[in-house]
């Protein structure tokens, strides 16, 4: 894959980063996107939820499948059978997630403490295909013994194509601030490209990741929750231009179209559980939310739902016009 043309990715994100929100992400101004992570194990055994985790649209490329595991004969079945089955742009390799039940055995961020595993799987899953292989690791396990310079390094001699450093470690859990000087550290080891990651929420914050740490790409998570713009609005302020303007009218547009493409792919019992979440965000810090989102939880459908929307927006509206 040729990182050249991507500056944003929408990072991976479990339980939110399925294809109508990556769609979403994408229309809004990101030059890639990830899918939640799938579980190795899972695809060896053709688990029920395979097909439905790998299922990407064309316009959501370029796109990266996220794999977790700890067995480098596991790892490298599913990435091979990911690129004969979902043929993504680039698959990646999970070394960074904290959740107890993955590191309890040995995946995610538990492959930062056991480097011989780490590199056993990615030189494993090279071999087996020729989709270019990623990775994206947490600086370390525990804050300030950071292991990420060996990772990259280790990445780089195995093959991978390209690393995405979360620069908090697995003790920090999402505390603290990430240490973006761990990504330009990272970036003065390695030759292949850098993909920095934590706490960019805006145009000043991705131009100073960029400054701060030389990296090629910058990877955004929480700040695109509810937030899909912030992808245009960095694009824009880094070419020095004003960001556009988020308008009332494009959050209930967005809002309410990521709702009905959501209940159009997943059907109206499953919108109206996970989309409670996302409307909650697209109106987040918007004036009298309080009782607004003690509706949208306690709402029963979606067209429940939109109706809150509606009427939330259109008073908005005529509150501002
Ligand atoms: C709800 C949620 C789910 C996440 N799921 C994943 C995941 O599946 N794989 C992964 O590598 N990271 C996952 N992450 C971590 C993010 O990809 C990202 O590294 C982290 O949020 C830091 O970036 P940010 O400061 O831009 O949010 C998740 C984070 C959140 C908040």
Not at 154 to 180: K, P
Not at 252 to 264: K, N
Request: proline fraction near 5%.
């Amino acid at each position: 894959m040729d990182f050249s043309h991507v500056k944003l990715i929408l990072a991976p994100l479990a339980g939110i980063a399925e294809p109508v929100f990556r769609s979403i992400c994408r229309r809004a101004g990101a030059d890639a996107v990830l899918s939640e992570m799938v579980s190795a194990e899972g695809i060896c055994r053709g688990a029920r939820n395979t097909e439905e985790l790998l299922a990407f649209e064309p316009h959501e490329r370029p796109l990266g499948i996220q794999l977790f595991g700890a067995r480098p004969t596991s790892l490298a079945r599913a990435a091979e059978y990911v690129e004969s089955h979902a043929r993504p742009d680039f698959i990646d390799l999970n070394s960074g997630c904290p959740v107890p039940k993955i590191v309890r055995k040995n995946g995610g961020a538990a492959l930062l403490k056991d480097p011989a595993l780490f590199a056993s799987i990615l030189s494993a899953m090279t071999k087996k295909v020729s989709t270019p292989v990623t990775v994206k690791i947490r600086s370390g396990w525990r804050e300030h013994e950071w292991v990420d310079v060996d990772c990259a390094r280790i990445a780089e001699d195995c093959g991978a194509a390209a690393i995405i450093v979360h620069a908090r470690s697995r003790s920090m859990g999402f505390r603290n601030h990430a240490y973006w000087e761990r990504i330009a550290l990272v970036k003065e080891a390695v030759r292949i490209p850098v993909v920095g990651n934590g706490d960019v929420v805006d145009g000043a914050s991705a131009r100073a990741m960029f400054e701060q740490t030389g990296c090629d790409a910058v990877m955004i998570g929480r700040a695109a929750l509810g937030n899909p713009w912030v992808f245009s609005r960095i694009h824009s302020e880094l070419r020095g231009d004003t960001p556009p303007r988020v308008t009332v009218d494009m959050r209930r547009e967005t809002a309410a179209r990521h709702l009905r493409s959501y209940r159009q792919r997943y059907g109206e019992k499953r919108a109206a559980r996970e989309m409670k979440k996302h409307i909650a965000w697209y109106i987040k810090g918007m004036p009298g939310v309080a009782g607004i989102r003690r509706r949208v939880f306690a709402a029963q459908s979606t067209f429940h739902l939109e109706e809150i929307i509606e009427d939330y927006f259109t008073r908005i509206a005529t509150a501002t016009a």
